[in-house]
């Protein structure tokens, strides 16, 4: 059974580019969450999305932006970027109802200049 | 963003030697989860826990879910080589609106053979 994937894996952007992220999420699953990691802050909640609604989302600014497709793949869009958003952005799908655990991809690496 | 607290944040044991891992929170979970990162790849799951008190083993893997949902800890017993990673704690709140994870800091173990 086919994991989380995520595309691409490494990403060099410069400041004020926008940038886009994909991930497929494992067959079956609904639900897909994106969080970002950095060395300061950790494993951060961006937002969460389930049958194509955006049903939770944290605590980032508006240029951070998500969204989901039919097919349960989702993007997530961030603008006018900023060398803070240099971070590995990972994706984690779940069935998405109740509890069931949360398994992630190897993420996206993005690094801004 | 509100975090765990995960203690200790790096161990460096022989080969063979027992570990133990906690992370507490001011606030209560419902289910409590598990995983281990290691460089260039996701966050993969090791444990789920459900249900206050719950005791769970994967393998040479032990993790309880306690009492009070506002803590976890997760032991692995006869460490070998291929333990060495980061260990991250994470709690999920189930909301009827969704579920996000909130993750602790991570304890980054080493294995010396």
């Known amino acids: 059974k086919a994991g989380v994937t995520q595309t691409p894996r490494y990403l060099i952007k410069t400041r004020g580019q926008q940038v886009t992220l994909s991930c497929s999420p494992i067959?079956?699953?609904?639900?897909v969450s994106w969080y970002q990691q950095t060395p300061g802050q950790g494993l951060q909640f961006l937002f969460e999305?389930?049958?194509?609604?955006?049903?939770n989302k944290g605590n980032f600014p508006g240029r951070f932006s998500g969204r989901q497709f039919s097919n349960s793949r989702s993007e997530m869009n961030v603008s006018t970027l900023e060398l803070g958003d240099s971070a590995l952005y990972l994706c984690?799908?779940?069935?998405?109802?109740?509890?069931?655990?949360?398994?992630f991809g190897d993420g996206t690496r993005l690094s801004i200049l | 963003g509100q975090q765990l607290n995960q203690s200790p944040q790096s161990m460096f044991i022989q080969e063979g030697e027992d570990v133990s891992m906690n992370c507490t929170s001011s606030?209560?979970?419902?289910?409590w989860l598990w995983y281990k990162q290691e460089p260039g790849e996701g966050p993969v799951l090791l444990i789920a826990l459900y249900k206050a008190g719950e005791l769970t083993s994967n393998g040479r893997l032990t993790a309880q879910f306690g009492i009070t949902r506002k803590d976890s800890f997760l032991n692995i017993s006869a460490s070998i080589p291929s333990d060495v990673g980061i260990y991250f704690c994470a709690g999920q709140l189930r909301e009827t609106s969704g579920s996000r994870l909130t993750f602790g800091e991570g304890t980054q173990l080493t294995v010396n053979p």
């Open positions: 606030s209560i979970f419902n289910t």
């Open positions: 984690a799908s779940s069935l998405g109802a109740g509890s069931q655990p949360q398994h």
């Open positions: 067959s079956g699953h609904r639900s």
């Open positions: 999305y389930f049958s194509e609604t955006q049903r």
